[in-house]
């Protein structure tokens, strides 16, 4: 008698074990879906710090994009459609487009505002940019003035590039390198739209889905990795070569109307770049 009540103890220990078995697996089900809906609609892509530079060859192949932020591209029917991936090298900022459909001269859109998000135009503005690639390898770069449209900017070559790749399934990439200066350097927050386009200027594909192309405060979040903590000590600093960034945490305190800076500059071989930068178009240039 004991050991019919001992085998149907153990009997009633295996089963509960596998009913708590089944209820976690469930949980851990219903967890992870609701991460993978939550990381579809979500509004802010983070663009981690990998110093391993790409080829920029349109082919978006190399092992650093193995480590970018991806986004998906939504069509107007807010489907799921192509993925973007997003990094940045502490000295420029490559974005890559995948599996674009073939179109009539469509193109690659990338815009940028470096302002923080409580100081985000409605309307595009002075140092709001727009980064663009057509299927035919042809880039473009613009500014937005006053009024919200966007003008021609002139930039050398080092100041943007971009290429192409057309592949055999009808479809084609994009590869966009981006100097950081564009964008304020990293270790920050800055609004970014993508979208892929047609030639007449309809939107084909775009992130984020509800975003308005003209408004930066509907754009999604772009986090420019890593962001450092609110209580960062500072002391002296030494910035030394190209690309190198000072950043100070945001603060209130920090963003005051009027600012001093005072430091002691040295020009190497003539070269110059943003002495204090919230953005290209917001700096102080040497």
């Not at 192409?164 to 964008?183: C, F, G, H, K, Y």
Request: net charge neutral; aromatic share 10%.
């Amino acid at each position: 008698m004991n050991r019919s009540l001992g085998m149907a103890g153990k009997t009633t220990r295996r089963v509960a074990r596998r009913l708590f078995s089944l209820v976690l697996v469930l949980a851990l089900y219903t967890i992870i879906g609701g991460m993978a809906v939550a990381q579809s609609g979500s509004r802010t892509v983070v663009a981690p710090k990998w110093l391993e530079t790409p080829t920029l060859d349109g082919r978006c192949a190399d092992s650093a994009y193995d480590h970018a932020g991806t986004v998906e591209l939504l069509d107007q029917s807010n489907r799921v459609t192509a993925p973007v991936k997003l990094f940045h090298s502490a000295v420029d900022f490559y974005v890559c487009f995948t599996a674009i459909p073939v179109g009539i001269e469509r193109q690659v859109v990338v815009r940028v505002d470096a302002r923080r998000s409580d100081r985000r135009p409605r309307i595009a503005q002075s140092g709001t940019y727009e980064f663009s690639v057509a299927a035919s390898g042809i880039t473009r770069a613009t500014q937005a003035s006053a009024n919200g449209n966007f003008v021609p900017l002139t930039v050398p070559d080092d100041a943007f590039a971009a290429r192409v790749s057309t592949l055999a399934n009808q479809t084609w990439s994009a590869e966009l390198r981006i100097p950081l200066d564009w964008l304020g350097g990293y270790a920050r927050t800055d609004a970014v739209y993508l979208e892929v386009r047609d030639m007449d200027g309809t939107t084909f594909q775009q992130w984020p889905g509800d975003a308005s192309a003209p408004s930066p405060q509907t754009w999604g979040d772009l986090v420019l990795a890593p962001l450092y903590p609110d209580q960062v000590v500072a002391g002296s600093a030494f910035v030394d070569g190209r690309g190198g960034y000072f950043v100070v945490p945001y603060a209130p305190e920090l963003y005051p109307p009027e600012m001093t800076i005072q430091g002691w500059v040295s020009i190497s071989k003539g070269g110059c770049g943003p002495l204090l930068s919230d953005g290209a178009g917001l700096s102080y240039w040497l």
